[in-house]
């Protein structure tokens, strides 16, 4: 368990901001972003044993009221403590200029924390939404009805560029200053800490000019292993880690997935082991692609948002674990 001396509970922001958190550095992979967060808690959350974590990719938040109500609803998962969202729009035309990582707050009554991955860069039109009509921000989010203290935005050391010359003259596809990212947090449950790490692994299997996504892969979760390296308390990390490799490496166990096997390696047990593996498909391609693992903790149970339920709110289902600390 982490010393509670040493918890500092995030410096909430009262007042919303337009204003984009990010500045552009020296190259096209690197920003210096501030991590926005806000608080709609109107009470204590009760002490407990035992947390609800969901991890979910809302595809930028495209149906973003579909979605809260689905959350809010319930529609076959158990009510969420903890939320680690990926691919959340800030101030996107996409998306209505919306603030997506704070209005899952606010629905929910609940804090939440937000860093940026990418600053979208305008366009005519693009994969996953269409046309950006000024820059904005993408990025991970913790939202929580516990506090949220020693927040940290990583931004990982091997990331690919999205940022192409011809498709930001042209402005198609999707030019993006930035790369990925893990926004890491204490959750303070009682006299109990949770570490709780929101992902956006590399995507893809490699391409022209580009290295083995793979081992971008796991280097970034590497890197989480290291960063959490010498806690004693429980360690969650979760989210869309782009594992498209691992439904095949579970169904035909030849092989290992080579994120899963770094994590596995270091302690972390995968939260959603005891499913079959033809029932862990989370994503629209028919692959299993967002995982969460854990250390220093049990899994009470876990599950994955019913097709019947989620299907057409994200490219992505949501799943969920219950973790007892």
């Given at each position: 368990?982490?010393?509670?001396?040493?918890?500092?509970?995030?410096?909430?922001?009262?007042?919303?901001?337009?204003?984009?958190?990010?500045?552009?550095?020296?190259s096209a992979t690197d920003l210096d972003c501030r991590v926005e967060?806000?608080?709609?808690?109107?009470?204590?959350?009760?002490?407990?044993?035992?947390?609800?974590?969901?991890?979910?990719?809302?595809?930028?938040?495209?149906?973003?009221?579909?979605?809260?109500?689905?959350?809010?609803?319930?529609?076959?998962?158990?009510?969420?403590?903890?939320?680690?969202?990926?691919?959340?729009?800030?101030?996107?035309?996409?998306?209505?200029?919306?603030?997506?990582?704070?209005?899952?707050?606010?629905?929910?009554?609940?804090?939440?924390?937000?860093?940026?991955?990418?600053?979208?860069?305008?366009?005519?039109?693009?994969?996953?939404?269409?046309?950006?009509?000024?820059?904005?921000?993408?990025?991970?989010?913790?939202?929580?009805?516990?506090?949220?203290?020693?927040?940290?935005?990583?931004?990982?050391?091997?990331?690919?560029?999205?940022?192409?010359?011809?498709?930001?003259?042209?402005?198609?596809?999707?030019?993006?200053?930035?790369?990925?990212?893990?926004?890491?947090?204490?959750?303070?449950?009682?006299?109990?800490?949770?570490?709780?790490?929101?992902?956006?692994?590399?995507?893809?299997?490699?391409?022209?000019?580009?290295?083995?996504?793979?081992?971008?892969?796991?280097?970034?979760?590497?890197?989480?292993?290291?960063?959490?390296?010498?806690?004693?308390?429980?360690?969650?990390?979760?989210?869309?880690?782009?594992?498209?490799?691992?439904?095949?490496?579970?169904?035909?166990?030849?092989?290992?997935?080579?994120?899963?096997?770094?994590?596995?390696?270091?302690?972390?047990?995968?939260?959603?082991?005891?499913?079959?593996?033809?029932?862990?498909?989370?994503?629209?391609?028919?692959?299993?692609?967002?995982?969460?693992?854990?250390?220093?903790?049990?899994?009470?149970?876990?599950?994955?948002?019913?097709?019947?339920?989620?299907?057409?709110?994200?490219?992505?289902?949501?799943?969920?674990?219950?973790?007892?600390?």
């Amino acid at each position: 368990m982490t010393d509670t001396a040493d918890w500092h509970e995030f410096p909430w922001q009262s007042v919303e901001s337009a204003e984009l958190l990010c500045v552009a550095g020296e190259s096209a992979t690197d920003l210096d972003c501030r991590v926005e967060g806000a608080d709609f808690r109107t009470g204590q959350a009760e002490p407990t044993a035992e947390v609800v974590v969901w991890a979910y990719n809302v595809e930028r938040g495209l149906r973003l009221d579909a979605q809260l109500e689905s959350v809010i609803d319930g529609s076959g998962m158990p009510r969420p403590d903890i939320l680690l969202l990926s691919e959340a729009d800030r101030g996107c035309s996409r998306t209505r200029a919306r603030n997506v990582a704070r209005e899952y707050a606010r629905a929910l009554g609940m804090c939440y924390v937000y860093g940026v991955e990418f600053v979208e860069l305008p366009r005519f039109w693009g994969p996953g939404g269409g046309a950006v009509r000024r820059k904005c921000e993408h990025g991970n989010a913790i939202v929580s009805r516990f506090p949220l203290g020693n927040v940290r935005l990583i931004r990982h050391s091997r990331t690919r560029s999205w940022h192409s010359s011809w498709q930001r003259l042209l402005r198609i596809g999707q030019p993006r200053l930035g790369g990925r990212v893990a926004l890491a947090a204490d959750v303070s449950v009682g006299d109990r800490t949770l570490r709780v790490y929101s992902v956006h692994f590399e995507s893809g299997q490699g391409g022209r000019g580009v290295r083995n996504r793979d081992e971008i892969r796991m280097a970034q979760a590497i890197e989480l292993v290291d960063d959490a390296a010498g806690l004693d308390s429980a360690v969650v990390i979760g989210g869309d880690m782009n594992v498209s490799g691992y439904l095949r490496a579970l169904t035909e166990r030849d092989q290992d997935e080579p994120t899963m096997a770094a994590l596995a390696g270091a302690g972390f047990e995968d939260a959603h082991a005891r499913i079959p593996p033809a029932d862990r498909v989370t994503s629209d391609s028919g692959v299993v692609i967002d995982a969460v693992v854990g250390r220093n903790l049990r899994f009470a149970g876990s599950g994955i948002g019913p097709e019947a339920s989620w299907k057409g709110l994200s490219d992505h289902r949501p799943i969920w674990v219950r973790v007892v600390l």
